[in-house]
């Protein structure tokens, strides 16, 4: 049977990502999830959009990174502004993409947020989204901009963390905020959250999670991309 790899923010980090592939030891027919954040601050863009684009198994959820870069290569992203309002990082990494805005948006457009993948961890069904997802809310209740940026939620006392507060039921495998390792959250003995993003753009690792085997895959990243803002 098939199997899913789910892979922590890539930001452009396209021989980490292929090295990834090769230790998690893939075959073809399997699914590759990428919690998003594929482009901006990395050095190979490029290389990450032709890999996505070529292969139709190879999904992702869209990260606060990717929404941006999709408005401002939209038919009417320069009149709007759109460009305008980009991250020094995502302009960047637009202009390492500039002959290929039409390919850039047949990939981003109409991406998900949130990707439900039908199967489970032990009696979970594990989801994946960008950020997060709000803890008293649930799935349903999440908005788009939670999906995409949520760390600590506001309206809860002392501000915790969403997966300190998140109780399931869903494993929600997630990215966005870097850490040295995984995120790993757990309520009744039992894993409900699990952050991917270690950091490989900021020279940590890029991270993979294989749920049909509840397997880690890392690599690490071969040198520091970006400072830390
Ligand atoms: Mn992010």
């Known amino acids: 049977m098939a199997r899913t790899l789910v892979v922590g923010d890539i930001h452009g980090c396209a021989e980490e990502f292929e ?5 998690a030891g893939l ?13 901006a601050r990395g050095p190979r863009p490029e290389r990450i959009l032709d890999l996505f684009l070529s292969r139709s198994n190879f999904t992702f959820v869209l990260g606060n990174h990717d929404v941006p870069m999709l408005e ?13 309002d980009l991250h020094p990082a995502q302009a960047k990494s637009l202009k390492l993409l500039e002959t290929r805005r039409e390919d850039l948006r047949d990939l981003l457009d109409g991406a998900p947020y949130l990707i439900r993948s039908g199967t489970s961890v032990g009696t979970r069904p594990w989801v994946v989204v960008h950020a997060g997802v709000h803890p008293k809310r649930g799935l349903e209740g999440t908005r788009t901009e939670e999906f995409l940026e949520l760390r600590q939620v506001d309206e809860l006392p002392d501000k915790p963390f969403w997966w300190d507060a998140y ?6 495998i997630f990215g966005h905020t870097p850490r040295p390792a995984v995120i790993q959250a757990f309520r ?30 890392q690599v690490k990243a071969k040198r520091r991309y970006y400072a830390k803002e």
């Not at 075959?27 to 482009?39: E, K, P, Q, S, T």
């Not at 401002?72 to 305008?84: N, P, W």
């Open 19 to 23: 090295a990834l592939l090769e230790k």
């Open 27 to 39: 075959a073809a027919a399997d699914r590759v999830i990428c919690v998003g954040d594929l482009f």
């Open 72 to 84: 401002a290569v939209r038919e009417d992203g320069k009149a709007s502004g759109a460009y305008d």
């Open 167 to 172: 109780d399931g039921p869903d494993l929600v």
């Open 188 to 217: 009744r003995g039992r894993r409900v959250a699990l952050g991917l993003d270690t950091g490989c753009v900021y020279g940590g690792h890029l991270t993979g999670y294989l749920p049909d085997e509840d397997r880690f895959v």
